[in-house]
């Protein structure tokens, strides 16, 4: 397509050229911009402004010489960045647009911040290109400004990055608050948690396990109950295992001696803990008229796993035989096959009957 009027666009977003020298927009013409240009260098020498006007008049001198009908003009905005001072360009382009109806225009920008208007003039004209002048010492200070300011809008503004960059400082700063020094370990462990989860991508898991606990909240089920029952039939878990290991002087930076031991107090407390968790969600889908059933086989689960988790501890420990511990390991895995192969003929049920 050929190009035979152009309009050359300086943009002044932020307003320096009225709030320095008194000028507002538009600014039409080569030697108006020049005298803008002269005025705001001396008012300010270190002005990035003061470049832009020069290099749109030095665009509009290129097509000149080309043949070009061109027409220079510079849009001002307002010092409040946003929708005030993007409104007042948008009113000037059209005043400008308007007046010189190019068939083309080309932006002269002296950064990042005043592209930010780029999208509202490519709604308006066609545009044929773009010019951004920046210093060039200052060029890379700049982009990397405008990159941390995008990275913290985005952080504002998305949920998920929120809650990592900020969520978790938070947590920790108030661990470090409450415990003082002694906190770091309790800190390490909460991270490792973390990195754990994102390692396995288990944040669907960990989600889904929230929003059922916020809906058992506010819908009042009876699960809301269990669930506060489970956790602290949990932390009462812990600390007994806890208390276990420090009431023989162990440190959990030998886990070989310290593993045994922790498991021994703590995993009746957490079997215990998942099965009322477990009757809570098994009474809900009883009164919902849903399937209890997959809830009960989980319960069977937990008391195979615990079982089998115990069985070990206490082996480790020097407590039982090899005898027992097969016989422990044995009925948990006989449980879980039953478990297994009660959700396998339900599974098989349930698709024959939509089949039907």
Known sequence: MEYNKILVICIDRDADIFRKIGENGPVYGREKLLDVALRLGLADPSESDTNALFEAVKVGDYFKREGKEVEVVALVGSENLGVESDTKISKQLDEALEKHKPDGVIVVTDGAEDEYVLPIVQ??????????VIVKQAEKLESTYYVIQDFLRDIVSDPKIARLVLGLPGIVLILYMLLGPKSWQLIAGAVGVFLLIKGFG?????????????SSVVTGKISFF???VSMLVAVVGIAVGYDEVTGRHLSFHNLREAAPVFLSGAISFLSFAAIVALIGKSIDAVLEKHGAWKYMIMMVFAVAFGAIINAASQFLLGRISNVDLAMWVTFGLVLSMLGFL???????????????
Do not use: D
């Open 202 to 214: 288990l944040e669907g898991s960990v989600e889904k396990i929230y929003e059922e606990f916020r």
């Open 226 to 228: 269990t669930y506060v």
């Open 123 to 132: 709604s308006k004209a066609n545009v044929i290109a773009v010019k951004r």
């Open 342 to 356: 009660y959700i396998r003929s339900k599974w098989k049920a349930s698709r024959v009957t939509r089949a039907a």
